[in-house]
């Protein structure tokens, strides 16, 4: 192992190609979602002028997060969890094509917004349980640690760009083009997970953990 192994561990990006698929499009999917967010938060506001209403974006992204949460990790142990990743990814492309139609339109019905953004979230709530256990089945044991790392690391790091994108963004051309990014991003995604290939059985308790777990 080098020293920028010991520094961060990127064996698993260099030895699985799913993984590093995986990965990519992950990483910008996140990043895209923080931008639709940032989008969404500004839409909101323009269309209400209301604390109230702004806040309700909070409720309509947990509520579906907490409920729908629960019933993914039983599909996650009841049907093929490629399949169910990839019907999620796709349900959260659509619904990012319904926010970039809705902004093209001149949408002024916040219900309508706050809607597909419920929508999202529960799509991205059924999938996350199966999707959490894929590093455990595509990488060798000693680099499922390193995996679960470097998704972490890519996640908070597009909490930070991610705003800071979206700002540039909104700045230069408005709500269409941050919801079409999060479309682009989006598809990034469903094209690794339908590549993914078939995966090895579960190793006992290490891979229906991830499934209940937190997120």
Do not use: K
């Not at 990488?139 to 679960?148: E, S, T």
């Amino acid at each position: 192992m080098t020293w920028r192994d010991r520094l961060i561990d990127v064996r698993p990006l260099r030895t699985s190609r799913p993984f590093r698929d995986l990965w990519i499009g992950s990483s910008l999917a996140s990043i895209g979602q923080q931008i639709a967010g940032v989008a969404v938060l500004l839409q909101v506001w323009e269309l209400t002028h209301s604390p109230l209403w702004t806040g309700a974006i909070g409720l309509a992204t947990a509520v579906p997060l907490l409920v729908l949460g629960l019933v993914g990790g039983s599909l996650a142990d009841a049907v093929d969890r490629r399949i169910l990743v990839r019907a999620t990814t796709a349900g959260q492309v659509l619904t990012a094509v319904g926010l970039v139609v809705q902004a093209a339109a001149g949408n002024r019905s916040v219900l309508l917004l706050l809607a597909l953004v419920a929508a999202q979230s529960g799509c991205a709530a059924l999938g996350a349980p199966a999707r959490r256990t894929f590093p455990v089945r595509l990488l060798p044991a000693d680099q499922v640690a390193a995996g679960l790392a470097l998704q972490n690391v890519a996640f908070q790091a597009s909490m930070l760009v991610g705003p800071a994108l979206a700002g540039l963004v909104l700045a230069q051309w408005s709500h269409p083009a941050a919801y079409a990014i999060q479309v682009v991003a989006g598809v990034a995604s469903l094209i690794a997970v339908v590549r993914l290939p078939p995966m090895a059985a579960p190793r006992a308790a290490d891979d229906r953990q991830p499934a209940h777990g937190a997120r």
